[in-house]
T-cell receptor
Framework: AQSVSQHNHHVILSEAASLELGCNYS??????LFWYVQYPGQHLQLLLK??????LVKGIKGFEAEFIKSKFSFNLRKPSVQWSDTAEYFC??????????????FGKGTHLIIQP | GAGVSQSPSNKVTEKGKDVELRCDPI?????LYWYRQSLGQGLEFLIY????????KSGLPSDRFSAERTGGSVSTLTIQRTQQEDSAVYLC???????????????FGPGTRLTVL
């Protein structure tokens, strides 16, 4: 069974600092990769996704992530964080089986706090 | 409504009681998913429906858990003889399902917070 590891459970940064959240997965086959974000009091929402092609993907709010197949990694980055980026961030993996509807395997999440 | 809705938003029950959690997916979404978010465990996939059938029940933690979906719309997750370890937030998501695309984004609901005393 596949698994997803997020290295940092809690991260505290100051505004304008650069961010990188680590994510590694265990599955060796074809995968789809995602980062979800949950702002305080809100639903989970998709930040960005990777299916194929350019391994550097850009998402909403200035976030990007790089898929490195040899390292089984999909790290999330942002050059300059804002106070409003305070949230819980989840990395997720879907084993691609050819269909469009399969359950996601999530990491345990990283709680990001941005200090003004 | 425009998004996925779940009810109740909070449920407190006594150990041994049965509970039913409801999910209303986005209109037109054929795929529906249930996840559980426990403290320290992150999000666990429980089950998904394509239409009214459930091709993958592998994530259900025990035979006390069951789910059904009728009319290709509303789904209920039932937990029988609840235990304290069942306390968690139960999330529902829906997507457009299989339509020839490699992936259809899952849209999540607000969740039901279940507390078993």
């Amino acid at each position: 069974a596949q698994s997803v590891s997020q290295h940092n459970h809690h991260v505290i940064l100051s505004e304008a600092a650069s961010l990188e959240l680590g994510c590694n997965y265990s599955y060796g086959g074809t995968v789809n990769l995602f980062w979800y974000v949950q702002y305080p009091g809100q639903h989970l929402q998709l930040l960005l996704k990777y299916f194929s092609g350019d391994p550097l993907v850009k998402g909403i709010k200035g976030f990007e992530a790089e898929f490195i197949k040899s390292k089984f990694s999909f790290n999330l980055r942002k050059p300059s964080v804002q106070w409003s980026d305070t949230a819980e961030y989840f990395c997720a993996v879907r084993e691609y089986s050819g269909g469009g509807a399969d359950g996601l395997t999530f990491g345990k999440g990283t709680h990001l706090i941005i200090q003004p | 409504g425009a998004g996925v809705s779940q009810s109740p938003s909070n449920k407190v029950t006594e150990k041994g009681k049965d509970v039913e959690l409801r999910c209303d997916p986005i209109s037109g979404h054929t795929a529906l998913y249930w996840y559980r978010q426990s403290l320290g465990q992150g999000l666990e996939f429980l089950i998904y429906f394509q239409g009214n059938s459930a091709p993958d029940k592998s994530g259900l933690p025990s035979d006390r858990f069951s789910a059904e979906r009728t009319g290709g719309s509303v789904s209920t997750l039932t937990i029988q003889r609840t235990q304290q370890e069942d306390s968690a937030v139960y999330l529902c998501a829906s997507s457009q399902g299989t339509s020839g695309r490699p992936y259809n984004e899952q849209f999540f609901g607000p969740g039901t917070r279940l507390t078993v005393l």
